[in-house]
Every structure is written in C-alpha cells, then in structure tokens.
C-alpha cells in the first residue's frame, strides 16, 4: 500500500527548538568578532566581560534565528 505524499515519517521535525544569540565585540582598532551561543544569558555575560576590557569600543548581543 502506498502512502500519501505529505502522510511521511521524516515530515515532523522533533528536534530540540532553540534560539540562537550572536555576540559582535566591535574594538576601538576597527576589528570585529562575533561569537553565537544557544544561551541568552551566557550571550550576555560573554558581552558584559569582554566590555570590561579597554580595548573594546562596544558589543551587541542580537538574535540570529
């Protein structure tokens, strides 16, 4: 017997859903670097301990999904 098209097994996604956060350290020299995490407040800890540094001019922490 065959099924219908959109009746198949792969078609429902159960993965684990979750956000993702990119951290951008912008540097008073121009460079940047980004960094993602999977954790909002792990996002934010890496922003507010990389601002401490004086050669850091700011951070961003934004949602990519």
Do not use: C, I
């Amino acid at each position: 017997m065959k099924r219908p098209k959109g009746d198949l097994a792969f078609t429902k996604d159960r993965r684990r859903k979750h956000k993702h956060w990119q951290v951008t350290v912008f540097y008073r020299d121009g460079e940047k670097f980004a960094r993602v995490y999977t954790d909002r407040r792990k996002a934010a800890a890496f922003a507010v301990r990389q601002k401490r540094s004086p050669v850091v001019k700011s951070t961003k922490v934004e949602l990519v999904n």
